[in-house]
């Protein structure tokens, strides 16, 4: 069952909204960006599917290999 929500935003972000995802599609939109901060039994399957991006991994692993001579150089 869908309810309907009445939020309030930036008209820029508005006009942004509407020119990148189109009319008709912003709630969609919305409730994908929203729906892991909100339902948690979700959250393993979106971490399952992130895992199986290998160009999304490769890059965290290099960002991590990158930061890791960051932490050796810190005083303790």
Known sequence: MQK??????DQQV???LYAVIGRRRISRFIEDLVR?????????T????MAQDEE???EALEWA???IGDVRDETR
């Open 4 to 9: 309907k929500l009445t939020i309030t935003i």
């Open 14 to 16: 508005y006009e942004g």
């Open 36 to 44: 892991p901060y909100v339902l948690h039994q979700e959250l393993e």
């Open 46 to 49: 979106a971490y399952k599917q």
């Open 56 to 58: 999304r991994e490769a």
């Open 65 to 67: 290999e990158a930061t």
